[in-house]
């Protein structure tokens, strides 16, 4: 189980900060959108080169842009470790990801909540992560969509018949409002779907994910440590896990 907090909750005027307190967790989720694929507007190639200068963490890029064909592989080439394109804005998603990947980065698709899995299942052997959108991409605070679970389980299902290391990104959910007291918990999960093979230090709690109030966390299969992810999403989508 990995976590990767969005950057989208964190405070823009002070990115180096926010990257630091949340320094042990797994990746920086860095959501690029461009106004166009979708109707906000975030940050660019220009500020996520600075990211990942200053960045404790790798980088997770989700590229919510049209024509990834052309924009995403310079996010990889900037030192990018995870770059997410969606499929939905992509015209060659196999050149893409090889793209991706040739320049060092995990190549990853996302799905938007009306885009089907099943069309895109031979892509696997190009891609390091599958991302569900659980929201419409473009803006966080929205609703957690529970029927996204079905889909997520048809990725998981999907990769254990490939075989392949394949993680999934489970993206999106809005959690409680901030409060001053209590830390939020942690809202949004990615699924690895394979055991870990190598001892990982623990999880980060959402206490120590409470500068922002946003997470991704990625779930093994197996462990102590997925108890409470299942649980979380046992209560939130019955069945899904
Ligand atoms: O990609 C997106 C939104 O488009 C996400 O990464 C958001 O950051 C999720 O925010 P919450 O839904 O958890 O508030």
Known sequence: MQISPSILSADFANLQSELDAIGNADWAHVDVMDAHFVPNLTLGLPVVESLI??????????????????????????????????????????????????????????????????????????????????????????????????????????????????????????????SSSAPTPVPTFSWRDRPSTTPRTPLPTSTACAPWSRATVAAETEGARDAAAMAYWSARAPGSV
């Open 53 to 178: 200068e200053v960045s404790p963490v790798p980088i997770d890029c989700h590229l919510m842009i049209e024509d990834p064909d052309r924009w995403a592989p310079p996010y990889a080439e900037a030192g990018a470790k995870s770059v997410t394109f969606h499929i939905e804005a992509a015209q060659d998603p196999v050149t893409l990801a090889r793209a991706l990947r040739s320049a060092g980065a995990r190549a990853s698709m996302a799905l938007k909540p009306g885009t089907p899995w099943e069309p895109y299942e031979e892509l696997l052997p190009e891609l390091d992560m599958v991302l569900v959108m659980t929201v419409e991409p473009g803006f966080g605070g929205q609703a957690f969509m529970a029927d996204m679970m079905p889909k997520v389980r048809a990725v998981r299902e999907s990769v254990r018949r490939y075989g392949g290391e394949i993680w999934i990104q489970v993206d999106g959910e809005s959690p409680p409002p901030r």
